[in-house]
């Protein structure tokens, strides 16, 4: 199971060291694996730092040119320091938890690799589903990726939609690319002690944060459906003034809910809803399956880039909306409402899917023999 003396860094986004100290440390799939690895190696961490903290000028101002010219979100203020440089240099195995981290430690990893042996993994999340606006964009994006991906061991894609799109356009990449699927803490994610089959009532639920949500759409359905009670949980809308909207306005990292809070209004919702524009990016992902895993069924766009279509079949074990229009919506929503046995019936297919296929312990396993076999 390879060598335990190698040491393994994770790199994490900002507020991942502020959630190990609380008490709200439950749900851990977005540490990808990371408490399995510290349990059987030792295990480094790298986190960036909040956006606001950071005030080098000069980092800023480059930072700014290159995201101009590149259109990739990279932020090296944020995360390229002597502590971080200090701790690459004892890594042996690196695992940059979004590309958006590998992009910003580029210049680091390109020090690095100089002096020494570093082996070099990146969870992609739509890095390869880019489209630049302009030919110059197109070079600098190219150039950056082509540089990220000399450096890079194994591409790991946790969305089978971006992971065989990638593979057509990116044929000379092809032994770089692996597909795990992104998987939960089924630890956590559970339904209600008691739960038999899904309980219909009039509670909608929708959470999320990335540009590929349709939020748009989401306001326009509440407005048409004033017989459901919606609670929007996200910092992407800044005023809703309708009546049966709950906005809560915040995100994982945030930490304005706690993970029992979240698990609760997965559990009190009869459906949870996913509008997505068209994209190769996985987009609700994480939150469909903590959704499943409650017992809470999915209603979500048909996208290219669909995480898993050999595991997910429409009103099987989740709904998709092919059409994204209100009336699309409303009339799905209305349909599923009116029908408790093709609900309980999606909701136990979902729950045994994810258990089955979409545990966070088999994506632990799976990433650690990766690692430390390659």
């Excluded at 991942?16 to 295990?43: L, W």
């Excluded at 082996?119 to 540089?147: C, D, H, W």
């Excluded at 809703?240 to 709950?246: A, I, M, R, S």
């Excluded at 799905?332 to 309980?344: G, M, P, V």
Aim: aromatic share 12%; charged share 25%.
């Amino acid at each position: 199971m390879g060598n335990s003396n190698l040491i393994t860094t994770y790199v994490f986004g900002a507020g991942r060291k502020e959630k190990f100290n609380t008490d709200d440390f439950r749900a851990k799939e977005f540490f990808y694996g990371y408490s399995y690895f510290e349990q059987r190696s030792k295990t480094l961490l790298i986190e960036m730092k909040n956006p606001e903290d950071g005030n080098n000028l000069i980092l800023n101002f480059v930072d700014r040119v290159i995201r101009k010219l590149t259109e990739l979100p990279i932020y090296t203020k944020d995360i390229v320091s002597v502590e971080s440089f200090k701790i690459l240099k004892k890594t042996d195995k690196l695992i940059l938890t979004t590309e958006l981290l590998g992009l910003s430690l580029l210049p680091l990893l390109l020090i690095v690799k100089i002096f020494k042996k570093i082996e070099i993994y990146v969870i992609v999340m739509g890095l390869f589903g880019r489209k630049p606006s302009n030919t110059i964009v197109k070079f600098f994006q190219n150039t950056t990726i082509a540089l990220l991906s000399i450096l890079t061991n194994k591409y790991i894609f946790i969305g089978k939609g971006e992971f065989l799109q990638a593979k057509k356009q990116y044929p000379k990449l092809h032994s770089k690319f692996s597909y795990m699927p992104f998987s939960i803490d089924l630890d956590f994610w559970r339904p209600l002690e008691n739960y038999q089959e899904k309980n219909i009532n009039n509670n909608i639920l929708f959470v999320g944060n990335d540009g590929k949500r349709d939020y748009n759409l989401l306001v326009e359905i509440a407005k048409k459906m004033k017989e459901f009670n919606f609670t929007f949980i996200t910092n992407q809308i800044q005023q809703c003034d309708l009546d049966n909207v709950n906005l809560i306005k915040g995100s994982w990292g945030e930490g304005v809910l706690t993970d029992e809070q979240m698990k609760n209004y997965y559990q009190d919702s009869f459906i949870t809803i996913l509008p997505i524009i068209d994209t190769f990016q996985p987009s609700g992902q994480s939150v469909a399956l903590q959704s499943i895993a409650c017992g809470t069924p999915v209603l979500i766009s048909r996208t290219k880039g669909f995480w898993d279509e050999d595991l997910f079949t429409n009103n099987e074990n989740i709904f998709f909306v092919d059409n994204n229009s209100t009336n699309e919506w409303s009339e799905n929503i209305e349909t599923l409402q009116k029908d408790q046995a093709l609900l309980s019936r999606c909701s136990m297919n979902g729950l045994k899917t994810v258990t089955e296929h979409l545990d966070l312990n088999m994506f632990s396993l799976k990433l650690y023999n990766l690692v430390h076999e390659t």
